[in-house]
């Protein structure tokens, strides 16, 4: 799971810079889920060689659970990074991604435009739901979700011309309420933030991710694709002690905490 690539060989100095200019990267928490496009470029090259391409459409995830080692490369939010950096480095290696928008968003300072969006759609990249407004789903009444699910999944259909039957959870922050009416709104396929490995199956209404970020060691990813799960194992149980806080705390006292740790 991506989120915004920075341009390739900046200095510290430069990539902090880069980061500060950009309203969405300039907070720290969603600076840790930018990379590096070199990075992500080595990571692409590892899949490549190392992993089963991802479907070309999204009914083929129904269909190819059960496919040995196939990663699925998904990025969520929209940033303009991902048409700027991630799609010339995913048509040169030959891969696919999916791209998770979030719909308030597009046109916005550092967000895709429509174009943008068509372009990834004609270069033969999945796109999917991140809902309107990036508010967390579970905290909103049934009215609420009921337009972030129906109205971000029809603004795409127009935009794109094409069936939307995915969507991410924004946040990650979801449960069986989001995921009924989430059903209802013709959804087929929901990606969580529950860190593991999609079991061949694996529910496609509760579809698990492997966050990527930037202070992970570089041989985490061909450490996973060899086969070596101990860090991924440690990840989960990280993950859900935050969600056991989350639970605990609430979502915007616990985001509070976060922001605030994060800055220190």
């Not at 992500?40 to 991802?54: G, I, K, N, T, V």
């Not at 991902?82 to 597009?106: K, M, S, V």
């Not at 509760?206 to 990813?221: G, H, K």
Request: proline letters at 6%.
């Amino acid at each position: 799971m991506y989120h915004a690539l920075w341009p390739a060989g900046l200095s510290p100095a430069e990539v902090d810079a880069h980061c500060r200019r950009d309203p969405q990267l300039a907070d720290p928490g969603a600076r840790r889920y930018a990379l590096d496009a070199a990075v992500f470029d080595r990571q692409l090259e590892q899949l490549a060689h190392h992993a089963a391409p991802m479907a070309a459409q999204w009914d083929e995830l129904a269909r190819g659970r059960g496919a040995p080692r196939q990663a699925w490369i998904t990025f969520d939010d929209g940033h303009a990074s991902n048409h700027e950096l991630a799609l010339p480095l995913l048509r040169r290696r030959g891969l696919r991604a999916a791209f998770f928008i979030t719909t308030d968003w597009i046109g916005a300072e550092r967000f895709m435009t429509p174009a943008m969006l068509r372009a990834l759609r004609d270069a033969g990249m999945l796109l999917g739901s991140h809902g309107c407004s990036h508010r967390y789903l579970s905290d909103l009444t049934t009215a609420e979700l009921d337009r972030e699910l129906r109205e971000s999944k029809a603004r795409l259909e127009e935009l794109l011309g094409e069936e939307i039957p995915a969507l991410a959870l924004p946040g990650g922050r979801g449960d069986g309420r989001v995921r009924e009416r989430a059903r209802a709104a013709g959804y087929r396929y929901l990606f969580t933030s529950r860190v593991g490995l999609a079991p061949p199956e694996g529910d496609l209404l509760a579809l698990p991710r492997v966050p990527i970020v930037n202070d992970q060691p570089e041989a985490f990813l061909s450490r996973l694709l060899a086969g070596e799960t101990a860090e991924l194992a440690r990840m989960a149980r990280g993950a859900r002690r935050r969600e056991f806080a989350r639970r605990m705390l609430g979502n915007r006292i616990y985001d509070r905490l976060r922001g605030w740790v994060m800055r220190e």
